[in-house]
């Protein structure tokens, strides 16, 4: 098998797994207990937020465990709409967030705010300019992805946090992808909220985080007992927790050799796609871009049944479109970097990690430009267009 779907989940590192079992075992007693089982419980969830904080370059205390990306996004959202909405009801974020964004943002105009979403250009990036320009004196909240889950574009957060700051209004960013993955400070990035996920850094899945600078003023999440000094209640998910911490402190110790391998495998695997599946498209920037991201459109061709094809040889892939989940739309990034419909029906999104090698990447691309072939020599519309060019 071979696995290129690391921006969907990954797999937990040994290290990881094996920090998590005792929690499950031996040490399982509640954080919040005053007998040193308990204690030891709590010493080791407050480790992990020391990890936690070091990768972003936060305090310890304004790190907020939750269970997942999802939840973060939400928290940081729904809370913060909630406390400004003295102030104002209105909301900036883009057209390329991740649904946990999108959907939340759809909650919230339903419930009477208002959401402007920005534009991005045909690499997926947001332009400064037009978040200046759609700030309006009731703005209470922008929010902007670090770097976008299916073309992998990084955004100039610390520009858009230094503009969100000049305004006084609060910024978050979702950075789910590029947590431990990339360096990041959120003081340079002038970010007030910032989301994290174990499991997309070989953590374990259903567990997150989200930053929450000191001094800003955000309501509680889940309502109950006095847990993540009372803004998340909720006895804590102790070897998850562990987990994550583990992850991010591997994460850090190998982020370096990690960018550099991914990043040359990336650029090899674009390189010879480019050059050997013609009526092909890089989908993000080329050089903003997360070191594991690789996304193409084929013209002439549907994602799905090139996925299908990859898999019955081993190859885990994705496609830019959201068939998967039952809905015909293709995803809404693709269509806002300006792909038409038909074209970004035929994209593949392939995301690595440090443990792919170079013979994978030649053995994907041998097969890809075979499916790609295939799929071409029954396709109508491939038909049509060598006909009239040859005309
Ligand atoms: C995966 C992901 C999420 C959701 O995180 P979960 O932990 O799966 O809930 C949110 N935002 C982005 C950008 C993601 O890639």
Redesign the pocket.
């Known amino acids: 098998m071979i696995y290129l779907d690391n921006?969907a989940t990954t797999k937990a590192a040994p290290e990881v797994v094996e920090a998590m079992l005792p929690y499950f075992t031996e040490n399982y007693g509640n954080p919040s207990t005053i007998y040193s089982l308990g204690s030891s419980a709590k010493k080791a969830v407050n480790e992990a937020r020391r990890n936690l904080a070091e990768v972003i370059g936060a305090k310890q205390e304004e790190i907020y465990f939750t269970a997942?990306?999802?939840e973060a996004?939400n928290w940081a959202l729904k809370a913060a709409a909630e406390a400004c909405g003295e102030k104002g009801k209105h909301i900036i974020t883009t057209r390329i967030e991740?649904h946990?964004v999108l959907h939340t943002c759809e909650y919230l105009e339903k419930r009477g705010y208002e959401v402007t979403y920005l534009e991005v250009d045909s690499d997926g990036l947001v332009d400064p300019e037009a978040l200046r320009r759609a700030i309006r004196p009731d703005t209470i909240l922008i929010s902007i992805?670090f770097a976008n889950?299916e073309i992998g574009v990084i955004e100039p957060i610390a520009e858009l946090g230094a503009i969100a700051r000049e305004h006084g209004i609060l910024f978050h960013t979702?950075a789910?992808?590029a947590f431990g993955q990339v360096p990041m400070n959120v003081d340079e990035l002038n970010v007030d909220m910032l989301s994290a996920?174990a499991?997309?850094l070989n953590g374990p899945k259903g567990v997150?985080m989200l930053y929450i600078r000191t001094g800003v003023k955000i309501r509680s999440f889940v309502h109950g007992g006095a847990q993540e000094r009372g803004r998340r209640a909720g006895t804590e998910n102790v070897p998850g927790i562990v987990g994550f911490g583990a992850a991010a402190a591997r994460a850090m110790r190998i982020m370096d050799e990690k960018m550099k391998k991914e990043l040359q495998l990336r650029d090899y695997l674009i390189g010879r796609i480019e050059k050997e599946i013609p009526y092909s498209r890089l989908n993000g920037h080329r050089t903003r871009r997360l070191p594991g991201n690789v996304n193409f459109s084929f013209e002439f061709i549907e994602g799905e049944s090139m996925l299908i094809m990859l898999d019955m040889k081993g190859i885990c892939a994705s496609s830019g479109s959201a068939c998967t989940s039952g809905s015909l739309d293709p995803s809404h990034v693709l269509l806002a970097i300006g792909l038409k419909h038909e074209v970004a029906h035929g994209s593949l999104r392939l995301t690595l990690s440090e443990e792919n090698t170079k013979e994978e990447m030649d053995l994907v691309v041998d097969e890809l430009k075979r499916i790609v072939q295939r799929l071409r020599e029954m396709s109508p519309l491939y038909e049509d267009f060598m006909r009239k060019n040859q005309a």
């Open positions: 921006a997942g990306g999802s996004d991740h946990a992805m889950n979702d789910v992808q996920s499991h997309k997150g």
